[in-house]
């Protein structure tokens, strides 16, 4: 529904501020080392032998020690390619150890970014049970001409997500009564950090006065904070300025009891009054 059909979108503004915002190694070859290990072979002469059993066996004793050093020579030729492997195995092992990769970081900053905190109105009203109703009245006087409102707000449900209530609206203007068809609103309750909820955290600000007030609302009296502030901006190109002053309770679903807006716009000044009229709780 779009209010701006019934009231001046400047008050608009202001009034949706109480009823909603308020409202992210190396190593060298193996068999070059084992070649450069492998002993040479040698003759080893028995001098104890006669210069005659040398000359006769001398021959055969060097061929048979040479061809048992090329035996040698041989295993380890072939020793040698099967240890160099399992030495390298070894050493690449001790050297080069299998790293495990660090653990990635959960965090996404764009949860971060996204943190949510307590919706105030949602707190406000789930307190109450369903069946809980406030009736609020917004007048506005815009050169001599009033507009009357009347807002009907019933709560249908309430869960830890969120809770949803239903918004009737009839208004009155130049004699003329209208009924806008019921519309359910949903209120969250989380919202992102950041979101402004108090009129201090409206861009656009300024405060000029916080206090406490105690209001008499039919039968009942209750304890409010009141905020006097000013808020400046455009609508549609046209700059204004509003003043307003509020009044909030914790014992009121929503929290408003009353705002006062007197908005100056194009030489234009509106005043605005919306005001609790009823509220029965479940």
């Known amino acids: 529904m779009n209010m701006k059909n019934h009231t001046t979108s400047p008050t608009l503004l202001v009034v949706s501020i109480s009823l909603?915002?308020?409202?992210?190694?190396c190593m060298k070859p193996q068999d070059q080392q084992s070649a450069e290990q492998t002993p040479q072979p040698q003759i080893t002469e028995d001098i104890s032998l006669s210069e005659e059993s040398q000359?006769?066996?001398?021959?055969?004793?060097n061929s048979t020690q040479t061809e048992e050093n090329a035996e040698q020579t041989e295993e380890t030729a072939e020793q040698t390619p099967e240890e160099a492997p399992s030495e390298t195995i070894s050493e690449d092992t001790q050297q080069t150890p299998e790293e495990t990769p660090p653990a990635e970081s959960t965090s996404d900053p764009e949860e971060s970014?996204?943190?949510?905190?307590?919706n105030p109105q949602y707190l406000s009203w789930a307190k109450f049970g369903v069946g809980t109703r406030?009736?609020?009245e917004n007048t506005t006087e815009t050169d001599g001409a009033t507009q009357k409102a009347t807002l009907t707000q019933t709560l249908t449900e309430v869960n830890p997500e969120s809770l949803t209530y239903q918004l009737n609206i009839n208004t009155t203007f130049n004699g003329q009564d209208m009924e806008m068809?019921?519309?359910?609103?949903?209120?969250p309750a989380k919202i992102p950090a950041g979101t402004p909820t108090r009129p201090a955290q409206v861009p656009g600000v300024k405060i000029i006065e916080e206090k406490k007030e105690s209001l008499t609302i039919g039968q009942k009296t209750?304890?409010?904070?009141?905020?006097?502030?000013?808020?400046?901006?455009?609508?549609e190109?046209?700059?204004?300025?509003?003043?307003?002053?509020?009044?909030?309770?914790d014992d009121v679903p929503g929290s408003t009891v009353r705002m006062e807006t007197v908005t100056n716009?194009?030489?234009m000044s509106t005043k605005t009054i919306l005001a609790l009229k009823q509220v029965d709780t479940k």
């Open 237 to 249: 190109n046209n700059p204004f300025t509003s003043t307003a002053t509020l009044w909030e309770s």
């Open 55 to 61: 000359a006769t066996n001398t021959p055969t004793e």
């Open 113 to 118: 970014s996204a943190e949510t905190v307590d």
């Open 265 to 267: 716009i194009g030489g």
């Open 181 to 187: 068809p019921g519309i359910e609103q949903t209120v």
């Open 20 to 25: 909603g915002a308020l409202l992210t190694a």
């Open 222 to 235: 209750y304890k409010t904070r009141v905020t006097k502030f000013e808020i400046q901006g455009s609508d």
């Open 134 to 136: 406030i009736v609020l």
